[in-house]
């Protein structure tokens, strides 16, 4: 399953900031993913749990937000919002695009909890 080994980079990745930021768990993160990952936002939080279990970021409230399909336009020289089935540019309707954003998948947000030590 592919969503189960890109909860796993997730998981990579949290550990490593939780190392930087001397925090001992993971209360929520935000994960943006673009149309055109090929990551499922209802496939991952199925196999956030899965990947999630005896981690620092079990129990990790796992937030999915849609990231924009954006195209540069080589023609124009435009930025514009696009369709996965249609990457046109907006302002002239040139197909000549590159895609610029909308094939990721990034950690947005994530929020710590510092464990203080009980005197
Ligand atoms: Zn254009």
Not at 77 to 82: L, M, N, P, R
């Amino acid at each position: 399953m592919h969503e189960l080994s890109v909860c796993q980079a997730l998981i990579d990745q949290l550990e490593a900031l939780a190392l930087e930021q001397g925090a001992r768990r993971v209360l929520s993160l935000v994960v943006g993913i673009g149309p055109l990952s090929g990551v499922e936002a209802r496939l991952l939080k199925q196999a956030y749990p899965v990947a999630a279990a005896g981690t620092l970021a079990e129990d990790a409230e796992l937030d999915i937000e849609d990231r924009p399909i954006r195209v540069h336009c080589r023609t124009c020289g435009e930025d514009s919002d696009a369709t996965a089935n249609r990457l046109l540019c907006a302002s002239c309707g040139d197909w000549r695009t590159d895609l610029v954003s909308g094939d990721e998948l990034v950690l947005t947000r994530v929020e710590f909890i510092r464990e203080q030590a009980h005197v």
